[in-house]
């Protein structure tokens, strides 16, 4: 299984960016999607996810109406637009994937609750 993320740069205050993760070697639509962040010396910090047909997204309260998540099962790709950047969201992105078990929604803000993990994309966000 491989998670391919990209789309992470330096920015401004304010802009956008989006990120992308690619997919394969898993059957995609079968798992939900997550992205998590991660500040140095820290933890991974989950941002949002989305489930297995797309139709309901979980955000952490930070993010909420600057973050988008999306996928399209077509291209085995999920997406992650981040619009009024703030410095505070400088962090390396992580895109990770969860069988959906039925436990998943409890443990959804956790690392643990994911199988497989991409390799990062810095997000820089000067103020």
């Known amino acids: 299984v491989q998670l391919q993320a990209s789309g992470g740069g330096l920015v401004q205050a304010g802009d956008s960016l989006r990120l992308s993760c690619a997919a394969s070697g898993l059957t995609f639509s079968s798992y939900i999607m997550g992205w998590f962040r991660q500040y140095p010396g820290k933890e991974r910090e989950f941002v949002a996810a989305?489930?297995?047909?797309?139709?309901?997204?979980y955000y952490v309260d930070s993010v909420k109406g600057r973050f988008t998540v999306s996928r399209d099962n077509a291209e085995n790709t999920v997406y992650l637009q981040m619009n009024s950047l703030k410095p505070e969201d400088t962090a390396v992105y992580y895109c990770?994937?969860?069988?959906?078990?039925?436990?998943?929604?409890?443990?959804?803000?956790?690392?643990?609750?994911?199988?497989?993990w991409g390799q990062g994309t810095l997000v820089t966000v000067s103020s």
């Open positions: 990770a994937a969860a069988w959906a078990r039925t436990d998943w929604y409890a443990y959804r803000h956790s690392s643990g609750a994911y199988d497989y």
């Open positions: 989305i489930s297995r047909g797309g139709s309901n997204t």
